[in-house]
Every structure is written in structure tokens, then in C-alpha cells.
């Protein structure tokens, strides 16, 4: 089962609203369950965050992310809300408004992060002729 819960911060010189069309572009089916200093949610659902992966040709950069944050059954990434609100992702961090924190839960988080951020590296072909792995 998939777990994604999504927050960041809503500085008192943002508006609330831009702030959610920021989540919500990247994050469509978003459930919002906070609404002040900050704006927390949770989906069940990767696939506009996985198409805008694919279409900014970013595969190996956000596998690279979900892998190196990955703890257990879990990953923790962070991700700009201004790159966002535009409908575009970044890793990019530190941003004086606050950055999007995106905990993604699953029982099966490597199935999770292929079909997010596939590799686009080609398994190297063994003297047999075969990829590894076949």
C-alpha cells in the first residue's frame, strides 16, 4: 500500500492558495488535512510527480534522490514549492519560503521508486550476450 504526505511551510507573506496550487500541481489527488502556518496533506497516488519526471527527462536525478533518502520502507524527499507552483519539479533546497518535504510510505518501495524514476542506465551485456539480470 502507498503512503505519500506531503507539507511545507506557509510563511505569513505567501498566499494560502498559491501555496496549495503549488502541492496540488504536483500532487492532483492531494487530501489536505492542515491549513495554516503550514499546509500538510497525504495522497495515495505518484503519477503526477512520475509525469513530470518523465517529461523533464529527470528519471535518474529523482531515482537517485528516492534512493539515497531511503530508510527502510521509506523515502524523504524535499522539493521546491516555487519550481512547483509552476508545475515543475526540483530537488533544489533551501529556499527562505520553505521547501515541499514528500514522505513517500509503501510495503514495496522499490517497486514504488521504478515506476516513479525508472533508470535510464542499460544493464551492462554479460559475454553471453544477455543483460544481467536475464
Known amino acids: 500500500?502507498?503512503?505519500?504526505?506531503?507539507?511545507?511551510?506557509?510563511?505569513?507573506?505567501?498566499?494560502?492558495?498559491?501555496?496549495?496550487?503549488?502541492?496540488?500541481?504536483?500532487?492532483?489527488?492531494?487530501?489536505?488535512?492542515?491549513?495554516?502556518?503550514?499546509?500538510?496533506?497525504?495522497?495515495?497516488?505518484l503519477e503526477r510527480l512520475r509525469e513530470l519526471i518523465r517529461s523533464q527527462r529527470i528519471r535518474d536525478t529523482a531515482?537517485?534522490?528516492?534512493?539515497?533518502?531511503?530508510?527502510g520502507d521509506r523515502?524523504?524527499?524535499?522539493?521546491?514549492?516555487?519550481?512547483?507552483?509552476?508545475?515543475?519539479v526540483n530537488f533544489a533546497v533551501g529556499s527562505p519560503l520553505g521547501d515541499i518535504s514528500v514522505e513517500i510510505a509503501s510495503d514495496d518501495l522499490s517497486a514504488v521508486i521504478d515506476r516513479v524514476a525508472e533508470s535510464t542506465v542499460e544493464r551492462p551485456l554479460r559475454p553471453s550476450g544477455r543483460t544481467e539480470g536475464t
Not at 14 to 41: I, Q
Not at 63 to 71: E, F, K, Y
Not at 75 to 80: A, D, I, N, P
Open 63 to 71: 531515482r537517485g534522490q528516492l534512493l539515497a533518502a531511503r530508510h
Open 75 to 88: 523515502t524523504r524527499v524535499v522539493l521546491s514549492k516555487q519550481a512547483a507552483f509552476v508545475g515543475v
Open 1 to 45: 500500500m502507498l503512503r505519500v504526505r506531503v507539507e511545507t511551510p506557509c510563511r505569513g507573506t505567501e498566499s494560502l492558495a498559491k501555496v496549495k496550487v503549488a502541492l496540488l500541481n504536483l500532487f492532483p489527488d492531494l487530501t489536505f488535512e492542515r491549513e495554516d502556518d503550514t499546509v500538510a496533506g497525504t495522497t495515495a497516488s
